[in-house]
């Protein structure tokens, strides 16, 4: 996306009057920085996502519960529930991705969320979100973060590891098979087919047991 096509995305409505009088100088620090959309033209929708999103639908298998309650029983901050309602599920997953891989992201993975109306440049993974969502997500994920009480007094939250979100789901989708009568064998073939997991038989035994969110 070159720079005339991100100045007029810039004056969409967003949110609110107040979104799109900060729009134009958020816009700028952007673009000092990157130029959005570009690195990512060529890369499929799967290269660029996860495969946990579509496994139910392949398999026949129950579809489990709404994608924010998920996030709930994962334990996720409230933080990045109020984001998820803020944007569509998909899109939160992508954001999360984003973040959860970022070469900028430290040890204890985290990441200051800048003042919205600022005038400093902004860090390369606000940068890269943008530019992986669009500003119009971008800036209704950023207005979601900036300020919130799940903060701490620095203006910091943890972003958490998305691998807990995918053995959330795997260990679902083998409650489904379980529900659905499969057995032991079957299920550990299907879940090295589907997820290239070596599912141990103590997990599966752990499955099968009272629910909890990981094996």
């Not at 606000?126 to 530019?131: E, G, I, P, S």
Request: proline share 2%; aromatic share 6%.
């Amino acid at each position: 996306m070159n720079s005339t096509m991100l100045q007029h995305q810039e004056v969409a409505n967003v949110d609110s009057a107040e979104s799109r009088s900060s729009a134009d100088g958020i816009t700028a620090v952007l673009l000092d920085q990157a130029t959005v959309g570009g690195r990512h033209e060529n890369e499929s929708r799967a290269e660029r996502g996860g495969g946990y999103q579509s496994i139910y639908t392949k398999t026949g298998a129950a579809v489990p519960a709404g994608g924010v309650d998920k996030l709930r029983r994962i334990g996720l901050a409230r933080i990045w529930i109020d984001v998820a309602h803020k944007v569509t599920f998909d899109t939160f997953l992508h954001a999360w991705r984003v973040m959860d891989t970022h070469d900028s992201l430290d040890v204890d993975r985290r990441i200051v969320v800048p003042i919205f109306r600022t005038s400093n440049p902004l860090a390369q993974l606000w940068v890269d979100l943008a530019d992986e969502l669009g500003m119009n997500t971008f800036l209704r994920i950023w207005r979601v973060m900036e300020g919130h009480d799940s903060l701490d007094t620095r203006g910091r939250v943890v972003v958490p590891v998305y691998r807990a979100y995918e053995r959330f789901e795997r260990n679902e989708y083998i409650r489904a098979l379980i529900g659905a009568g499969c057995e032991d064998r079957a299920i550990m073939l299907e879940v090295k087919r589907t997820f290239g997991e070596v599912l141990s038989r103590r997990s599966l035994l752990r499955l099968r047991g009272p629910r909890k969110i990981a094996a």
